[in-house]
């Protein structure tokens, strides 16, 4: 096993923002102005609701319902009048898992689920890279994301810049990126891997070195199994790097 470790950084930089454009909100107009749903929890909103409060009546207190339930009518209601499907990533909270999400997966099973999607909006509910794969895979789609500050520090941990810096300091040696990536770090590298796949696409390549980017626990999980020298950047999950395999042994 042989592991190199990339010394190119880039300066700290702000947490990006791409603009509306950049996910695929259409125009102003392209969809008819609909009233302000009314947000008052109501009998009718009780009755509504109350299958779905079945759902997650472990997990949310019956005095915290009231306020969730009007969101959950108003979204489920919408869906409907746009033709619109919501993606939600594992890691959502239980009123938007288990009772406005349409189908519901981790980043790679959202990414397989939207390329198939056949409706005209789809709502991400995940970080903004989740989202900005899903329009990707749906030039032609309005994807939208709730909140574009939602960020993934694994994703944020690289830029295209600093794609470009590696090339510069490593001509020739192939970039692999791992898809919980933003596009423009997708738009720079050679190719994208899943966790599961990512040995086979590095040997794929044909290359006696082989950069991955960014998450370095994946790099050196690729370099323990093949002979391709790897080249890893220095990104990781601040969740991930939270947990020691002592705590799991324990």
Not at 10 to 20: F, G, I
């Amino acid at each position: 096993m042989t592991l190199l470790t990339s010394d190119v950084r880039s300066a700290p930089s702000a947490r990006r923002e791409p603009p509306a454009s950049a996910l695929g909100v259409g125009p102003r107009g392209r969809f008819p102005v609909l009233p302000r749903p009314d947000l008052e929890w109501t009998p009718e909103v009780q009755a509504a609701t109350a299958h779905l409060y079945e759902r997650v009546a472990r997990v949310i207190p019956p005095v915290e319902w009231p306020f969730h339930a009007p969101y959950v009518k108003a979204i489920n209601d919408l869906k409907h009048m746009r033709n619109a499907t919501i993606l939600a990533h594992n890691y959502m909270t239980p009123e938007i898992y288990h009772c406005v999400a349409d189908h519901i997966g981790d980043s790679l099973q959202l990414a397989k689920l939207a390329a198939k999607s056949d409706a005209d909006i789809i709502v991400q509910g995940g970080v903004h890279f989740m989202a900005e794969t899903s329009k990707l895979l749906n030039p032609n789609k309005v994807v939208l994301t709730p909140d574009v500050k939602a960020g993934c520090s694994l994703a944020e941990s690289i830029t295209g810049a600093d794609v470009r810096a590696l090339r510069k300091q490593y001509p020739g040696v192939p970039i692999v990126a791992y898809v919980n990536t933003s596009a423009d770090v997708k738009a720079e590298v050679d190719i994208c891997c899943t966790s599961s796949n990512a040995v086979k696409v590095v040997e794929s390549l044909g290359a006696d070195r082989v950069i991955m980017v960014p998450d370095r626990y994946l790099a050196q999980n690729v370099a323990a199994q093949t002979k391709v020298k790897i080249i890893a950047w220095r990104g990781a999950c601040e969740v991930h790097e939270r947990f020691t395999a002592e705590e799991i042994e324990n």
